[in-house]
């Protein structure tokens, strides 16, 4: 069992105590109602059956870099036992492209920046767990698949939940392998298959961007995928600047829908909510100006860190 401590602005010193949840659908609830955790991935169906009575993932999705996304929420300390099922739904997965698309086409608001290669899927596995053993990381390594391995752990103060998310890594110096899909997103890479004079606006408005993150001192990385760049806290966007088709861009920010009231009075421009995505998109055009953005941004980033 952990505790959380920290000290407020007038010298108190609070303490979290974590609360296991207490059965798998709930830690399974928990996630599917706290949209940040899993904000980036397109829920498509829940409780896949595979062919076989045992192997049933509890939630199959797609992600932003076209990766159909395998989603297995365990409530219960993670070991290496782990590996054999989640090779067992990526390799389904893999030479099930037609029950993907099955499912796919079913979905209902379908992302429409999201273009599949049936031929060949592209596979992407997440392990969800409040306690993973120390030793998985290195072993998911061999196994060629992308897998991330997240740790999620809730802890109350009085009313108020605190959730740690902490995306787990090898943290050994052996050289990591190229996994199955691994793309290099470079302006190369974007002038494949977008507008060259879009692909310039895409670069400019990132390193507007970073120069405000830098202004503000937030602390928050930059990181590029297919269909988008984001700034990220830890585990989660924050804001950044997405792909529309191969021309349009659009600002992204991560915040609640309860929050878009609020964020749409600070924004200066025409804005939407995107329900897919749990996110404010703000279409880029020759009016935009980024730093009329930062109160928006500002309120993301607090959502996210809190007040520091």
Known sequence: MQSLFWKTKSGK???????????EDEFERYIDTVKEIISDIFIIKRQVRTGTRTDIPDMVGVDRDNFVVIIENKNVLVDEAILPQILRYAIWAETNPDSIKAMWLEAKERPEDIKFDWDSLKIRVIVLAPSIKITVPRLVKKVGYKIDLIELKKFVVGQDEFVLVNKLEDLESEPKRATRGLEVYDRAYYE??????SVETFFALEK????IVRAESWNLEPKFNGGYMGFKFGFFNVFGIQWVGSKSLDVFV???KSQFGAAKRLCPYPSEYDERWKQVTIRVDEKLRL?????VLQKAYKHFVGDT
């Open 192 to 197: 494949e298959w977008a507008n060259h004079q």
């Open 291 to 295: 730093k009329k953005l930062v109160p």
């Open 13 to 23: 010193v609070i303490t979290a105590k974590e609360t296991p949840f207490k059965t």
């Open 208 to 211: 507007e961007l970073e120069r």
């Open 254 to 256: 991560k915040l609640p």
